[in-house]
């Protein structure tokens, strides 16, 4: 399956910033459990999400748990994106 635009700049944004291996990560892994981001991490994450993509989580949104790993993250941005879009 190819890579959604937003798939492709979440993983470069982890790789850049929290300098995440990708070809060693199970992307369903949580997170913050492998000690790759912390809460001013997410935090970091979240606003550069929503200036890239033109989207607003709320505080049940980041409290969810749904944007724990990366399959997850670009799960949940995907289905942001799509209800922008509707």
Same mark, same amino acid.
Request: proline letters at 0%; hydrophobic letters at 45%.
């Given at each position: ?7 492709? !700049?979440?993983?470069? %944004? ?10 060693? !990560? /199970? ?10 981001? /912390? ?5 970091? !994450?979240?606003? %550069? ?38």
């Amino acid at each position: 399956m190819a890579a959604t635009r937003h798939q492709s !700049l979440i993983q470069r %944004y982890l790789s850049d910033q929290l300098l995440v291996d990708f070809a060693l !990560l /199970d992307r369903s892994a949580n997170l913050f459990e492998l000690g790759l981001i /912390d809460s001013f991490g997410f935090i970091e !994450l979240i606003s %550069y999400l929503e200036l890239e993509f033109g989207i607003e989580f709320t505080d049940d949104d980041m409290m969810s748990g749904k944007m724990a790993s990366f399959d997850g993250l670009v799960r949940f941005v995907g289905r942001k994106l799509d209800g922008r879009q509707t």
